[in-house]
């Protein structure tokens, strides 16, 4: 064994070339495989770091133990070291990954014409937007409906005649598609405590045979207010500012007797021509009659608020509920109700903004 000082020495040297080794591998280095490679290379069992230590073994204390501890720092370097260029190696080969994954999905599609809104949900739309600027709130109810809700909440018993003109298709006993929005007002009046004014819009069904003017599925919007003195005349206030912001100009509103269980009394309600006035014999829209009749109202009859555990005494409302196909055909001149149905583009198109 030669000289100790010499031996450090040498040692020292090692210690350091490893170092250098170490440096120059991580300058080679691309990828996590790499990245193991070196690891085992340097502080693996059988690594560079682990074999100077092992040869320490034989060596007088003094040596190493301060060879020892460098060669601990060492280890403990390369280690730190490693472990972060392993985090950050990972983010970016994921980084990397995904954006070699980012497929680009966009298709480049001009459309031949101008894309619109279909006039139903044109319609819709602005029915709510001029309710709810009347104060109404909106409310949904379900299309599968409950008997009860169709029918007896609305003053409408088994036996009523009524029933007739509203039936529709039963999905099992006791549950229909509902025939008309007006279940909505029942629904909301045994769910919540007066005063109300809400409209409801949605899809109805009848067990109407297609022609130009009836449907099996069509759409009815409902509005009902129920508060302390609700009397005929805010119903006709309501219609009046109704029919003027959706046809344009000053409407006048006639309220013409008609019946309805759920409403006493009742009147089928028409507008004023607001294409002639009333003056123009052959008008394509009012036929020259200068009134169009667009939907049914009246008074909340007092047995539907009692069923809904309201008192009449204290609590009276009215109601409407129209076709909104009506209203729509009305107003953008359509002479058919299949055109909103069939999905054809020459139709669509006009309604383009
Ligand atoms: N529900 C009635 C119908 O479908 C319309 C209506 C609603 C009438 C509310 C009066 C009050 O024909």
């Known amino acids: 064994m030669g000289d100790p000082k010499d031996l450090r020495d040498q040692l020292m040297e090692k210690v350091n070339e490893v170092k250098e080794h170490f440096k120059e591998a991580l300058a080679e280095l691309k990828n996590l495989e790499d990245l193991k490679r070196i ?13 100077l230590m092992k040869s320490l073994k034989t060596l007088p204390k003094e ?11 060492l280890k403990e370097e390369i280690s730190k070291h490693l472990s972060e260029l392993e985090k950050k190696l990972g983010e970016e080969i994921l980084r990397k990954r995904l954006l070699e994954e980012r497929k680009d999905l966009s298709v480049r599609y001009k459309p031949t014409y101008t894309p619109s809104i279909h006039p139903l949900t044109r319609i819709m739309r602005e029915l709510k937007e001029v309710f709810m600027g009347l104060g109404f709130e909106v409310v949904e109810g379900p299309e599968l409906e409950e008997e009860y809700y169709n029918f007896d909440g ?10 007739d003109m509203w039936d529709s298709f039963w999905v099992r006993p006791g549950y229909l598609l509902r025939s008309h929005t007006s279940p909505v007002q029942v629904r909301v009046m045994t769910t919540r405590k007066p005063p109300f004014k809400v409209v409801s819009l949605g899809k109805c069904y009848r067990r109407d045979d297609l022609d130009p003017t009836h449907s099996f599925q069509f759409h009815q919007i409902e509005g009902f207010i129920v508060d302390k003195g609700i009397t005929f005349a805010h119903l006709k206030g309501v219609l009046m500012e109704f029919a003027s912001r959706v046809f344009g100009g000053k ?3 006639k309220l013409i007797p008609s019946y309805f269980p759920f409403t006493e009394p009742s009147a089928e309600v028409a507008i004023d021509c607001f294409r002639c006035g009333g003056k123009d014999p052959h008008c394509p829209i009012c036929k020259g009659e200068g009134w169009i009749e667009v939907l049914g109202a009246g008074m909340i009859h007092p047995n539907v608020l009692s069923n809904a555990g309201i008192s009449p005494q204290e609590w009276t409302g009215f109601a409407f509920g129209m076709g909104i196909e009506r209203i729509a055909m009305l107003k953008y001149q359509i002479d058919d109700i299949r055109l909103f149905y069939e999905n054809r583009l020459d139709f669509l198109k006009q309604f383009s903004a």
């Open 63 to 73: 040596i190493v133990r301060e060879l020892g501890r460098s060669l601990n720092q």
């Open 39 to 51: 690891r085992a290379r340097f502080i693996g069992p059988k690594g560079e770091v682990s074999e």
């Open 251 to 253: 409407r006048k509103v």
């Open 154 to 163: 609305l003053n409408i018993p088994s036996d009523h005649p009524a029933r």
